[in-house]
């Protein structure tokens, strides 16, 4: 099973500032890395996949890069919408596996 | 618009069975494979189980193998998940989820049923 590890944990910011969330895995999973966000009470929702495209409607301000065992997420100026929980999510290797998560808060 | 809606959750005496239900509209259920993710309460996402468009291909978690079984109806344009043998850490909301077949990711997601597992 492919491990994904995120970090940090929590990610503290203020509205405006760029955040850096990482995803690292186990083994190369190639460049089929996702990534998703999560609100409160909310399902999760598609931001980047192949690790570095936009999905539908994503704003500009969320980017990915990264390929093999090594991943970023960058989301460039913070809005409070952005605050959140973030996944990374390997579908390289079956079981498909994620990362415990980033809870990116105000500052 | 693509819309998936679970159901068939609810509380369950450990060792009890349950069936969810997740219905799609707004896109060819038949064209896509499909996903059973759960978060247990305060938790992070774990990937329960995926069944291929024809479900000719279908995979489980370990921590349910053998207790839960994925099905679909392209027909009726739902998906199954058959919950045997519950234990109390299958305690969480059930998130059904759409891909494109292949090595693809979860593009769209339902909003989830609760699954509580408890005596």
């Known amino acids: 099973e492919i491990v994904m590890t995120q970090s940090p944990a929590t990610l503290s910011v203020s509205p405006g500032e760029r955040a850096t969330l990482s995803c690292r895995a186990s083994?190369?999973?190639?460049?089929?890395l996702a990534w998703y966000q999560q609100e409160p009470g909310q399902a999760p929702r598609l931001l980047i996949y192949?690790?570095?495209t936009r999905a539908t409607g994503i704003p500009a301000r969320f980017s990915g890069s990264g390929s093999g065992t090594e991943f970023t997420l960058t989301i460039s100026s913070l809005q409070s919408e952005d605050f959140a929980v973030y996944y990374c999510?390997?579908?390289?290797?079956?079981?498909?596996?994620f990362g415990q998560g980033t809870k990116v808060e105000i500052k | 618009e693509v819309q998936l809606v679970e159901s068939g959750g609810g509380l369950v005496k450990p060792g009890g069975s349950l069936r969810l239900s997740c219905a799609a509209s707004?896109?060819?259920?038949?064209?896509?494979?499909m996903n059973w993710v759960r978060q247990a309460p305060g938790k992070g996402l774990e990937w329960v189980s995926s069944?291929?468009?024809?479900?000719?291909?279908?995979y489980y978690a370990d921590s349910v193998k053998g207790r839960f079984t994925i099905s679909r109806d392209n027909a009726k344009n739902s998906l199954y998940l058959q919950m045997n043998s519950l234990r109390a850490e299958d305690t969480a909301v059930y998130y059904c989820?759409?891909?494109?077949?292949?090595?693809?990711?979860?593009?769209?997601w339902g909003q989830g049923t609760l699954v509580t597992v408890s005596s």
């Open positions: 999510q390997q579908y390289n290797n079956w079981p498909r596996t």
């Open positions: 083994q190369s999973v190639s460049s089929n």
């Open positions: 069944i291929s468009s024809s479900s000719i291909f279908i």
């Open positions: 192949d690790a570095s």
């Open positions: 989820a759409r891909s494109v077949a292949g090595p693809n990711p979860f593009d769209s």
């Open positions: 707004g896109f060819t259920l038949s064209s896509y494979s």
